[in-house]
């Protein structure tokens, strides 16, 4: 990233969030613009492919903390436009472009181009303010330029059965994300063999000189900030050396996930750049659901009818478990439609290995057709049971004090 793109541009604009947003809101805004300008659902588009860089550049600053406040910190003292701006008393009443080598380096280095002082220093310019900007800004455009850089975050979408949901499951993902073009190499030129760029001689930056010594370095125009030129520039990425990969890797999805859970998978994500780590992947998980079972936290649910005998004089029930052989249980007489029984085991599985427990609730099924026995049978249930009244107490409790 050039010293320019870090103060000029916007990313809290670019993601559509305020300044004091919280890394949440930040990431939720991410996700959304996202999937919405991802090149799989925007084939063609050059315009949404173009938004989804600026995003992604936008997220890769403002989605790691140490690199937000570096960029809060240089917007704020360069006014958000590539200028220092003077205080009360300086002269011109204006801007003035200067190296930040010069005010922030140590001393005792010999003048370089661009009347800078000193080389660059091993993960910033020494001390005090200067380490704040270490990695972002160059001394009148010599060393190194750019330092390793992590790859971007993924996310991705997956949707399981119930059953791989509570057993786990490993499904093959497809992710697109930008890397090194494969045309060229991440070379940029179609031949594989470009020239290092006379203008910048490689560094990819170039010193526009002020009054009084000062400079401030700028991305070269001549090699885009990349350091090479490619006299025949790959035609698939148009010679940047950067482009959008697909790849399909199989993920393994931990037992015991539910419908709405975020996994992280660190290192799966996008490759880095100039030797950085990799980015995270992130696999939002949906869940079908299963026309027998329920589920509720590690506990799997049923709901088993009985006949009114057995719940009325006790009995054991047979009851279906999930991927299993079925379990009994044994129903004590007088049981309540609507009770809940539990089947210890036989539930979800969780992170330690274990299982939940499987809800059974018991459901008193009432036929709509008897035979004339059954018929006979129930009417003189009814006549020896006529003095009883079950809603006795409820109309007495109606009454109130």
Not at 228 to 252: E, F, H, K, W, Y
Request: hydrophobic share 30%.
């Amino acid at each position: 990233m050039s010293t320019k793109d870090f103060i000029e541009k916007d990313y809290y604009k670019a993601l559509g969030v305020p300044r004091d947003a919280t890394e949440a809101e930040i990431k939720k805004a991410y996700r959304k613009l996202a999937r919405e300008f991802h090149p799989d659902a925007n084939k063609g588009d050059a315009k949404a492919e173009e938004r989804f860089k600026d995003v992604s550049e936008a997220y890769d600053v403002l989605g790691d903390a140490k690199r937000r406040k570096e960029y809060d910190e240089a917007r704020a003292l360069f006014g958000g436009n590539g200028g220092f701006r003077p205080g009360p008393g300086a002269g011109g009443g204006g801007q003035f472009n200067f190296d930040l080598g010069d005010l922030f380096g140590g001393a005792g280095g010999a003048p370089g181009p661009g009347g800078t002082t000193g080389t660059q220093q091993p993960g910033g310019f020494g001390g005090g303010i200067g380490d704040v900007f270490g990695g972002i800004f160059n001394r009148g455009g010599t060393g190194p330029r750019t330092q390793p850089r992590r790859g971007q975050d993924i996310e991705s979408e997956v949707t399981l059965s119930f059953t791989e949901a509570v057993d786990g499951a490993t499904v093959p993902l497809r992710m697109s994300s930008s890397a090194a073009c494969k045309s060229c190499r991440g070379t940029g030129d179609k031949n594989g063999t470009p020239r290092v760029c006379p203008t910048c001689v490689g560094t990819g930056q170039v010193s526009r000189g002020g009054g009084g010594g000062f400079s401030l370095t700028d991305p070269c125009v001549d090699c885009k900030g990349r350091g090479l030129i490619a006299d025949d520039p790959c035609a698939v990425c148009r010679g940047s050396g950067r482009a959008t990969s697909s790849r399909t890797m199989q993920v393994r999805i931990p037992a015991g996930v539910s419908d709405g859970q975020r996994i992280r998978l660190r290192g799966k994500g996008a490759p880095g750049e100039r030797g950085g780590p990799a980015g995270d992947l992130y696999v939002v998980v949906h869940v079908d659901g299963h026309p027998v079972f329920g589920r509720r936290g590690d506990n799997l649910t049923v709901t088993v009818p009985v006949t009114f005998p057995e719940a009325a004089l006790g009995g054991d029930v047979k009851v279906p478990t999930l991927g299993g052989p079925p379990v009994t249980l044994k129903l004590p007489p007088g049981t309540p439609s609507g009770r809940t029984m539990r089947a210890r085991g036989k539930g979800a599985t969780r992170k330690d290995g274990t299982r939940g427990d499987l809800l059974v609730t018991i459901e008193v099924a009432v036929p709509r057709d008897m035979g004339t026995e059954a018929r006979k049978a129930l009417e003189e249930y009814r006549q020896a049971t006529q003095g009883e009244d079950p809603r006795g107490a409820l109309f007495e409790a109606a009454k109130g004090d």
